[in-house]
């Protein structure tokens, strides 16, 4: 087995041009200067969006112009390190969702409402529900984790961590229309949320906040799924 590793390793190694002079490797001539360029951020708000699953659309989203006043709700409303996944470098600049929103025009107030993996406490709830009532729209953005899933942390359920989904429910009973958005490397069972008419359902896997706020106004494209009447494509 370890000939095998050293065999792959070694190809791997001379195929990049480990072992070539580094005077005619052009991948040794890059330096800071080439990290964080316009290309690259472009690229990477491209993959981005291109990761987006829109789960439910009932006619909502794209948005319309008139929605002005956005009520943000969730414990990945403000979110910062939890966008950067397991493996990351220093990020030049962090967008939160609730700054996005606010980027894309919208007047946007926030709330927790709850944390990511809080089954017990409830009492952020009121703050929210009663703001949701004045909104031309609700965002509830939620997920998990450092907190309930890494490598050495396993999940036994894929349900919604904590009462999220409790919050989700009486967020959608309001009867603001509520676009619920799932953040975070591994995924929930949101079939109550798909079944349940009062809740859109655009983006999960990742989605940071400049392509959140690009996907929700509909100024990008993204993967459907589900019924022909639940795709944007």
């Known amino acids: 087995r370890s000939h095998i590793i050293t065999l792959g390793l070694t190809v791997y190694f001379r195929r990049t041009g480990y072992f070539d002079d580094p005077a005619k490797q052009p991948y040794r001539q ?35 112009k008139d929605i002005k006043n956005v009520v943000a709700v969730g414990p990945m409303v403000n979110a910062t390190f939890q966008m950067q996944g397991n493996y990351l470098g ?7 969702p609730y700054l996005g929103l606010q980027d894309a025009g919208f007047n946007v107030s926030s709330f927790q409402g709850t944390a990511v993996n809080n089954s017990t406490d409830s009492g952020g709830f009121a703050a929210a529900l009663d703001a949701a009532k004045g909104a031309d729209l609700v965002v509830y953005v939620g997920g998990l984790d450092y ?8 999940r036994m359920e894929i349900t919604w961590p904590g009462n999220q989904l409790d919050l989700i429910t009486q967020l959608a009973d ?9 953040m975070g490397g591994g995924q929930v069972d949101s079939s109550s949320l798909k079944v349940n008419p009062k809740v859109f359902f655009p983006p999960t896997c990742l989605p940071h906040a400049p392509e959140l706020t690009d996907s929700v106004p509909g100024q990008c494209s993204y993967l459907g799924v589900g019924t022909p009447s639940h795709q944007q494509l």
Request: aromatic share 4%; hydrophobic share 50%.
């Open 147 to 154: 907190t309930v899933e890494l490598e050495e942390l396993d």
């Open 30 to 64: 890059l330096g800071w200067s080439d990290v964080n360029t316009p290309e690259a951020q472009d690229l990477a708000l491209t993959a981005a969006h291109e990761g987006i699953v829109l789960l439910k659309n009932d006619g909502l989203l794209p948005l319309v």
């Open 174 to 182: 309001v009867g603001t229309p509520l676009v619920v958005v799932q």
């Open 90 to 96: 220093i990020a030049p600049f962090l967008v939160t």
